[in-house]
Each structure stands twice: as structure tokens, then as C-alpha cells.
């Protein structure tokens, strides 16, 4: 039986370039004031935590509650807080967005 093997390297610079794309397109619409360096320190953020995920069997990395509280953490770096509601906003957008792009992304490679 074949054994698949992950580059570390390409799986991280892939989730960083998609992950600047997905704030860069939840700062667009939401007209939020944004700084591109944190999109790209959340981004990098978001890159190294997948490689935790990948190549370190830390259960604890897979849970739905784990899920939610880096991806509120990489917004909170990528935009700041600025009130509740805002966040909420923000969190929202940037779901649908992650969603959008990632079902577009999958029916493309099935094309």
C-alpha cells in the first residue's frame, strides 16, 4: 500500500497565500480598515497551526471548539476589536467567505 507524503512546505505557503485571500476579501466586504502586515501575520499564524494539525497528532488541535477559537484569534489579529457586534460581523463574513472560497475551489478541481 502507498504511503501519501505532505510536504510541510508547500502545505504552509498554500494555507498562508489562501488564508491573506480570505482576509483580503472579508476586509473588502466589510469595509473595515485593515493593515497588511497583520493580514499576513494572521495568515502565517494560520499556516503554522495547520502544520501543527498536520504533522503533530495533538487531539486536542482537531476539535470544533479548538477550530473556532484560532479562527477568532487569526480575525482578532488580522482586524482588532473594536466592539462585539463588530466582531460578530466580521466573524460572520469571514466564514461565509471561507465557505465560498473553499466550495469554489472544490467544484474547480472536480471540473
Do not use: H, P
Request: proline share 0%; with cysteine.
Amino acid at each position: 500500500m502507498k504511503k501519501m507524503q505532505v510536504y510541510g512546505d508547500v502545505l504552509f505557503i498554500l494555507n498562508v497565500v489562501i488564508n491573506f485571500i480570505i482576509f483580503v476579501l472579508t476586509g473588502w466586504i466589510t469595509r473595515q480598515k485593515y493593515c497588511w502586515w497583520r493580514f499576513f501575520l494572521a495568515s502565517f499564524m494560520g499556516g503554522i497551526y495547520v502544520l501543527g494539525e498536520g504533522f503533530f497528532e495533538i487531539a486536542i488541535l482537531y476539535t470544533g471548539i479548538a477550530k473556532v477559537t484560532v479562527s477568532a484569534l487569526l480575525v482578532l489579529i488580522a482586524f482588532s476589536y473594536s466592539n462585539l457586534g463588530n466582531f460578530i460581523f466580521i466573524m460572520g463574513v469571514f466564514y461565509i467567505v471561507s465557505f465560498l472560497l473553499g466550495g469554489a475551489v472544490l467544484g474547480w478541481t472536480f471540473l
